[in-house]
């Protein structure tokens, strides 16, 4: 008989049971569980999460009529954030086990993307055994279309695949009709690239984490909540303008460097303008609500300002300023811009390092002292 009591866990990565169900995570004890199970049985029938829940409740039973002594759970993440959900799971389970006493696991799952939390699981609890269940289907050309179909129903499947191709296609109309068919394919590579960019770099985990920040703050009433407003309109206006200026300075000549140097020139000053307010928002609430953090962030805007600088001094020295008919600024001062606006930059970013310095150390100071008082 196994020694200490078997925690037989399904894990929902994607919250299918809460997204679907409406089935609120952890689901602790058998009736809990296939009630979660029935529920998005009637809710989904195609869900392959249900045979993992099954499957887990059959596992259970067999243990159970073993003598073991068992329990069982399902936990859920998040449906469109992962990170977000891989948190949740790690807090679900930690509360499973103190509520069951629970010293060994045993992890069942319908697929490969559950399995990506296994090291989290291990991270609480032993793993004494991880079963995989697979859904027996007759493969054909049929079932594979309408599996393809349900694929992109999935409402966090479908917005990564069908925004950047509507998007594309928006722009390559709007370039059209504005008299611009040569830059209508330029366009359309460019969102396809700055978006494959903006999913592999992981940007759509900080835009969600942007997103957050914003509807606690609101929900909070802190000062944060107008800034990130601000800047969210700022960051458009910079895109906005970017995308302008290529089209005013287009040319055939130019290769696909030279028109995100143009984009960079633009837009950059909205971009520097749109984090500077941003940071200024987080400053003040940092300041007001968690003062220890301070040193942490009262660094952000001069590295901002720096990085903004750096930018715009790469983007006029690799743009050929003189084969560029009407461009606002000549030969000879972009050399002149290149030289200060780097020296700005490096005095920016040391200006925010010794400020940063100064604010640690009094933070400290301010921190012994509370010490020495309340002793």
Aim: aromatic share 10%.
């Amino acid at each position: 008989m196994t020694q200490g009591r078997t925690l037989v866990l399904s894990v929902d990565r994607d919250d299918d049971i809460g997204w679907k169900a409406h089935i609120e995570s952890p689901a602790i004890g058998r009736e809990a569980c296939l009630k979660a199970a029935n529920r998005l049985a009637l809710a989904d029938p195609e869900d392959s999460d249900i045979n993992a829940i099954f499957s887990a409740i059959k596992i259970y039973d067999e243990l159970t009529e073993k003598g073991e002594e068992t329990i069982i759970a399902v936990i859920a993440g998040n449906h469109l954030h992962m990170i977000e959900g891989d948190r949740r799971i790690a807090t679900s389970l930690e509360q499973v086990i103190k509520e069951t006493g629970a010293t060994n696991c045993i992890i069942v799952t319908d697929g490969a993307e559950d399995e990506y939390v296994i090291p989290i699981i291990q991270s609480k609890i032993p793993v004494s055994s991880i079963r995989r269940v697979i859904v027996n289907q007759m493969p054909n050309l049929e079932g594979t279309y309408y599996i393809i179909k349900k694929f992109l129903d999935d409402p966090k499947i479908s917005r990564m695949v069908f925004i950047p191709i509507g998007l594309a296609m928006m722009l390559y109309a709007t370039a059209y009709l504005l008299d611009y068919p040569g830059v209508a394919t330029i366009i359309v590579v460019g969102v396809i690239g700055c978006y494959l960019l903006y999913k592999g770099f992981g940007f759509d985990e900080i835009f969600h984490n942007i997103i957050d920040a914003l509807r606690i703050s609101l929900s909070r009433g802190r000062f944060s909540f107008v800034t990130y407003t601000t800047t969210i309109l700022l960051i458009i206006i910079g895109f906005t303008n970017g995308f302008l200026v290529v089209l005013k300075y287009y040319s055939t000549d130019f290769g696909i460097i030279h028109y995100l140097m143009l984009f960079i020139f633009g837009g950059i000053g909205w971009f520097i303008a749109a984090g500077l307010v941003m940071t200024v928002g987080i400053i003040m609430d940092v300041y007001m609500n968690e003062r220890e953090n301070l040193g942490k962030v009262i660094v952000f805007p001069f590295f901002i300002t720096a990085i903004g600088f750096i930018l715009y001094c790469a983007s006029l020295s690799i743009l050929p300023v003189k084969d560029i008919p009407n461009f606002p600024i000549s030969q000879e001062g972009v050399a002149v811009q290149v030289l200060y606006f780097a020296v700005f930059g490096i005095i920016s970013a040391i200006t925010g390092m010794i400020i940063q310095f100064f604010v640690n150390r009094k933070l400290v100071e301010l921190r012994k002292q509370e010490i020495i008082e309340v002793m």
